[in-house]
């Protein structure tokens, strides 16, 4: 199983300001990366796909990057609707074994 | 507007089995793959089962292999989850979600099942 590693647990940041959340894959998942977000009581809302595209309606300033094992979330100018839970989702292997990371919680600072 | 709304949730004994339902609108159903992703409670989300278009394919997730089965009505745009010998580690919200590709497009708001005496 591909575990997904999410950095930092939670993280701290004021409105206007830039977030950088990371995600890590245990194995290379080439560009196979999803990135969801999830407020409180609500379903998860697909953001990033493919590591790099943004979903539709999904606002510039989310973007993401990477490829392999290494991935980021940018968020770069925080609102504050930003405020949530962020997922990452690897999907590489056929059959599924699609794995996501634990989360990690963006908080006003 | 893509709808996803699941329903058949509940309090159930371990060892039990319930149902879940997911009615979908707003897209062309019988053109998607369909999964069910669930998240215990303060948990991550954890991808459950898959079931490709017309139903042909089916897998799921090891812990889950052999207690749970998935399935699909394209003439009544649902997808159901049939769950048999339940236990507490399968308490959590069950999602549905749609796939146009490997990740997950749409979601439903979900529905709680607790496995608890």
């Known amino acids: 199983e591909i575990v997904m590693t999410q950095s930092p647990a939670t993280l701290s940041v004021s409105p206007g300001e830039r977030a950088t959340l990371s995600c890590r894959a245990s194995?290379?998942?080439?560009?196979?990366l999803a990135w969801y977000q999830q407020k409180p009581g609500q379903a998860p809302r697909l953001l990033i796909y493919g590591a790099s595209t943004r979903a539709t309606g999904i606002p510039a300033r989310f973007s993401g990057s990477g490829s392999g094992t290494e991935f980021t979330l940018t968020i770069s100018s925080l609102q504050s609707e930003d405020f949530a839970v962020y997922h990452c989702?690897?999907?590489?292997?056929?059959?599924?074994?699609?794995?996501f990371g634990q989360g990690t919680k963006l908080e006003i600072k | 507007e893509v709808q996803l709304v699941e329903s058949g949730g509940g309090l159930i004994q371990p060892g039990g089995s319930l149902r879940l339902s997911c009615a979908a609108s707003g897209f062309t159903f019988n053109s998607f793959d369909m999964n069910w992703v669930r998240q215990a409670p303060g948990q991550g989300l954890q991808w459950v089962a898959y079931i490709s278009p017309g139903a042909s394919t089916v897998y799921y997730a090891d812990s889950v292999k052999g207690r749970f089965t998935i399935s699909r009505d394209n003439a009544k745009s649902s997808l159901y989850l049939q769950m048999n010998s339940l236990t507490a580690e399968d308490t959590a919200v069950y999602y549905c979600?749609?796939?146009?590709?490997?990740?997950?497009?749409?979601w439903g708001q979900g529905t709680l099942v607790t496995v608890s005496s």
């Open positions: 194995q290379n998942v080439r560009y196979n």
């Open positions: 989702q690897q999907y590489n292997n056929w059959p599924p074994e699609y794995t």
């Open positions: 979600a749609s796939s146009s590709r490997r990740d997950f497009d749409f």
